[in-house]
């Protein structure tokens, strides 16, 4: 059973992951502004991943018997940038959340909960995933540079990103 401190922990990190839905429609939104609908598509997708992990953990701290608190969520930026700058900060972003998550198995390890931590573990690998795939995004970025064809077929090629299976 989960103490206080990581319920709060578990709740805050709920708040966060849904942060991030919210941060990718904002991107997604914006993607469309500036005619790039397949950038939109990746993002919209990305939404449905970060709800499904906010929800997960949401799922967890109810199966623990304790109380889910769900809190403000901020209001993301409008504005990015060039696409180079908003996958960026796509990636800044991703290294907050697995800090994050580092952090929450970190406590879960020195509230010796091993279940909690055991659960976490997870997440871990799906940050490194996360990260990667904005990595590589970057790189294509760097590649693509101020070539509008070059874009044209990057933004052709995020369009196909298929959408998570709903495991919550």
Same mark, same amino acid.
Do not use: C
């Given at each position: #059973?989960?103490?206080e &401190?990581m319920?709060?922990?578990?709740?805050?990190? $709920?708040?966060?992951?849904?942060?991030?839905?919210?941060l990718? *429609?904002?991107?997604a939104?914006?993607?469309s @502004? $500036?005619g790039l =609908?397949? +950038?939109?598509?990746?993002f919209k997708?990305?939404?449905?991943e970060?709800? $499904?992990?906010g #929800?997960?953990? +949401?799922n967890?701290?109810? #199966?623990?018997g304790?109380?889910?608190?769900?809190?403000?969520?901020? !209001? =993301?930026p409008? !504005?990015?940038g060039? =696409?180079m700058? #908003?996958f960026?900060?796509?990636l800044?972003?991703e290294? +907050? %959340?697995?800090?994050?998550?580092?952090?929450?198995? /970190?406590?879960?390890?020195? /509230?010796?909960?091993?279940?909690?931590?055991? +659960? *976490?573990?997870?997440y871990?690998?799906e940050?490194?995933e /996360?990260?990667?795939?904005d990595?590589?995004?970057?790189?294509?970025?760097? %590649?693509v540079?101020?070539?509008?064809?070059?874009? @044209?077929?990057l933004?052709? /090629?995020?369009? &196909?990103r298929? =959408?998570p299976?709903?495991?919550e």
């Amino acid at each position: #059973m989960l103490n206080e &401190k990581m319920e709060e922990a578990l709740n805050e990190q $709920i708040n966060r992951e849904l942060y991030s839905s919210y941060l990718y *429609l904002s991107m997604a939104a914006y993607s469309s @502004s $500036i005619g790039l =609908p397949g +950038f939109a598509h990746w993002f919209k997708v990305q939404v449905k991943e970060e709800t $499904i992990h906010g #929800m997960k953990i +949401f799922n967890y701290v109810n #199966m623990q018997g304790r109380r889910v608190r769900l809190k403000e969520i901020k !209001e =993301p930026p409008m !504005e990015f940038g060039t =696409p180079m700058e #908003m996958f960026q900060k796509t990636l800044q972003h991703e290294q +907050f %959340i697995t800090r994050s998550i580092n952090d929450l198995v /970190e406590l879960a390890l020195s /509230e010796k909960d091993e279940t909690t931590a055991s +659960f *976490l573990q997870w997440y871990v690998e799906e940050q490194v995933e /996360e990260e990667e795939n904005d990595n590589e995004i970057i790189d294509k970025l760097k %590649i693509v540079g101020e070539n509008k064809d070059a874009l @044209s077929a990057l933004d052709a /090629e995020l369009a &196909k990103r298929l =959408p998570p299976d709903d495991e919550e």
